[in-house]
């Protein structure tokens, strides 16, 4: 219990009220999960609610041919919108949820959500703008989808994944970036060639260097 209030006043300060986070150390539990750990899947009920502590995690949508949609990350100091709704309304997840790297979470059970949206005015404001965060992003995907050419949403999508790491050197392979983009790994390697002509990246082997 100390240890989660301790990380909740390091890393959600600004966010939740002292007693809040009080009711979070004592009903909240802390988890760290490999690479790879699917933390959330399509068709499950959401069990609990994550505040991440440190680490990433891939939120995408995947259709019945394994195809992959991106969706958003989530990283430091964030939670899950979808998850927030699926437990506000009993529903299935619709999303699936993967750790990119080690994270650390705040598990939070999610037959508290009621009394902290009831109770906590901060609870309910941080519900709100983490809704709004997630639509942003949603819709600024839709917006990739719909209105740019394939090498725009690949500079756009480097240049996110870049801030969102915090560097911009990108460790990725083509075909992963394909994936997340919905197209072909030569599609990829040919644009990712085209923007390195251009000055936008530098190319090595499992590695980009976004230099806009």
């Known amino acids: 219990m100390d240890d989660i209030r301790k990380i909740l006043d390091q890393k959600f300060p600004q966010f939740f009220d002292s007693e809040l986070k009080d009711d979070i150390a004592a009903v909240g539990s802390i988890r760290t999960i490999n690479e790879g750990f699917h933390l959330m899947d399509v068709g499950q009920y959401v069990k609990s609610i994550p505040l991440i502590v440190a680490g990433k995690l891939k939120i995408f949508r995947e259709d019945e041919e394994a195809n992959e949609l991106f969706l958003y990350y989530l990283h430091n100091n964030e939670a899950c919108a979808i998850s927030l709704v699926c437990t506000l309304n009993d529903r299935v ?12 979470i705040i598990s939070i059970p999610i037959e508290h959500m ?8 901060s609870w309910y404001q941080f519900v709100v703008r983490t809704y709004g965060m997630r639509l942003n ?18 500079l756009a999508y480097l240049e996110k994944l870049a801030e969102v790491n915090g560097s911009t050197i990108i460790h ?14 030569e599609v990829i390697s040919r644009l ?5 002509r251009k000055g936008f990246v530098q190319l090595s082997r499992n590695r980009i260097e976004v230099l806009t």
């Open 172 to 185: 990725d392979t083509h075909q992963n970036i394909a994936v997340e983009l919905n197209t072909s790994r």
């Open 93 to 104: 997840s619709q999303v699936r949820a993967v750790a990119m790297e080690e994270t650390t």
């Open 114 to 121: 009621d009394k902290f949206m009831m109770t906590y005015r």
């Open 192 to 196: 990712l060639k085209q923007m390195e």
């Open 137 to 154: 992003e949603m819709l600024h995907t839709i917006d990739s989808i719909a209105f740019k050419k394939m090498d725009e949403r690949l």
